[in-house]
């Protein structure tokens, strides 16, 4: 049974690797909560709200039940440093099969601009770090009865790649508007090796993302938003989600992700700051025959450095 259960995490760590490697397609982890995990996709993202800290942290696990399915983590903190400058860091941690490690580590920088209108902001972002990627083969029996492996699998890969990302963030209390590519240097994860050609190359995705509060009335809100993901060689993937808001507190709505997933999502404003959320993916392609749905939790919690803020009573941040 061990041996069986090594051959199926082999089966879907070649199989999801080369569908998205191979043919140069999405490689960035996806989210359904996308926006309240921008700051690790956008490093303009600012809620300018000085004396502030925001942190939060988001873990999904995708296609559960299915062998050597992603699991993703990330975390985040960024506060304004006065009122035209936000520097924060991000992190995420991917993780295939526990066969494939990628960890991002990255320092944010954030140049807020007054636009006048509708008393929006401009920002413009730099994201500057480190990729880890570490591919472990330790256990790997490929041929029953025999000491030789592929020579594909034959050595561990533990790889370190400078990036920079960019990006800007237009918002007003009611919408934003953002565009992105938190990952701009190409970086060959696996290279031609013993003979072996591989096209394991990290290419650089773009992200547009959008939403908006309408005021149905004091005590309901609607809020649509969407993220659009480009990247070389692959299809268009887009999310879009409808969500309303009840007396500020109650969160709860649908999404979908175009030719991929149905989701269902729900949050709720424990305190005015903190606020956790919850959401499940339900697969609408061939794939959704060998798994679950995906799972996603996110938690937002806000620090008030200097006590300036009179137990938080503020707006309250929607995005």
């Not at 030719?259 to 700051?273: C, E, H, M, N, Q």
């Not at 679950?292 to 803020?309: A, P, R, T, V, W």
């Amino acid at each position: 049974m061990k041996n069986l259960n090594i051959y199926h995490k082999i089966a879907a760590f070649i199989g999801l690797t080369f569908m998205s490697l191979q043919s140069f397609a999405q490689q960035d982890p996806q989210f359904t909560q996308y926006m309240y995990n921008m700051s690790v996709i956008n490093p303009a993202y600012a809620t300018a709200d000085e004396a502030i800290l925001s942190m939060g942290g988001l873990y999904r696990t995708q296609w559960v039940g299915l062998e050597g399915a992603p699991k993703t983590g990330t975390f985040f903190a960024h506060t304004p440093i006065n009122e035209k400058i936000e520097a924060g860091i991000s992190f995420t941690n991917d993780n295939l099969g526990d066969v494939v490690q990628e960890n991002n580590i990255y320092a944010d920088f954030a140049y807020v601009l007054p636009m006048g209108l509708d008393g929006g902001k401009l920002s413009l972002g730099l994201k500057a770090g480190f990729t880890f990627f570490n591919v472990n083969f330790d256990g790997f029996s490929l041929q029953s009865g025999s000491a030789s492996t592929d020579e594909a699998f034959d050595e561990n890969i533990n790889k370190m790649f400078p990036n920079v990302g960019i990006g800007a963030f237009y918002f007003t209390d009611n919408y934003y508007i953002g565009l992105s590519a938190p990952n701009m240097l190409n970086a060959k994860h696996i290279e031609t090796e013993n003979g072996v050609k591989a096209t394991g190359v990290q290419s650089i995705h773009y992200y547009l993302t959008g939403g908006y509060v309408f005021d149905i009335d004091e005590n309901l809100k609607f809020k649509p938003a969407f993220m659009a993901k480009s990247v070389q060689g692959a299809p268009l993937a887009l999310d879009l989600t409808a969500n309303v808001l009840i007396n500020e507190k109650l969160e709860a709505g649908l999404g979908y992700r175009l030719d991929d997933a149905i989701s269902g999502l729900v949050s709720f404003r424990v305190k005015p700051d903190l606020k956790i959320g919850y959401a499940y993916d339900f697969t609408t392609t061939n794939l959704g025959d060998y798994n679950s749905g995906s799972h996603e939790i996110f938690i937002l919690f806000d620090i008030d450095l200097f006590g300036l803020k009179g137990g938080y009573d503020r707006s309250p941040r929607f995005f």
